[in-house]
């Protein structure tokens, strides 16, 4: 994530903390971990806030939407979380666990 990027999510964080839902707030907050929650837009709409701060989440959302997804298993064994993953090399829509998915995460 950019330096840009971040800041604006701050920046929209700061204008909707008092004005908009507690879980506006927490899904934006949630972009900070990775996580982009599909009903931030409709959440969004549904709060009180400004026409400019609205717009400011749209740019910030088509922004992260943009990103590799990743699919994240635990490493507890069981053959119901799907196959074995290679440490090496992932690329969109493998599996991996939460550690090796901060990692990639940080590298791009």
Same mark, same amino acid.
């Given at each position: 994530?950019?330096?840009?990027?971040?800041?604006?999510?701050?920046?929209?964080?700061? +204008?909707?903390? &008092? +004005? $908009?839902? &507690?879980?506006?707030?927490?899904?934006? /907050? $949630?972009? *900070?971990?990775?996580?982009?929650?599909?009903?931030?837009?409709?959440?969004?709409? %549904?709060? #009180?806030?400004? @026409?400019?701060?609205?717009?400011?989440?749209? @740019?910030? *959302?088509?922004?992260?939407?943009?990103?590799? @997804?990743? %699919?994240?298993?635990?490493?507890?064994?069981?053959? +119901?979380? $799907?196959?074995? /993953? +290679?440490?090496? $090399? &992932?690329?969109?829509? #493998?599996?991996?666990?939460?550690?090796?998915? @901060?990692? /990639?995460?940080?590298?791009?």
């Amino acid at each position: 994530m950019s330096a840009e990027t971040l800041s604006d999510i701050m920046d929209i964080i700061r +204008d909707v903390r &008092f +004005d $908009g839902s &507690f879980n506006l707030t927490n899904m934006l /907050y $949630g972009l *900070f971990d990775g996580y982009l929650y599909d009903e931030l837009i409709v959440e969004a709409e %549904q709060s #009180d806030i400004s @026409k400019e701060t609205y717009r400011n989440i749209l @740019k910030v *959302f088509s922004t992260v939407s943009k990103y590799p @997804k990743l %699919q994240y298993v635990s490493g507890g064994g069981d053959e +119901d979380e $799907g196959p074995e /993953y +290679d440490g090496a $090399g &992932f690329t969109e829509g #493998d599996r991996m666990g939460v550690a090796e998915g @901060k990692l /990639y995460l940080a590298s791009i």
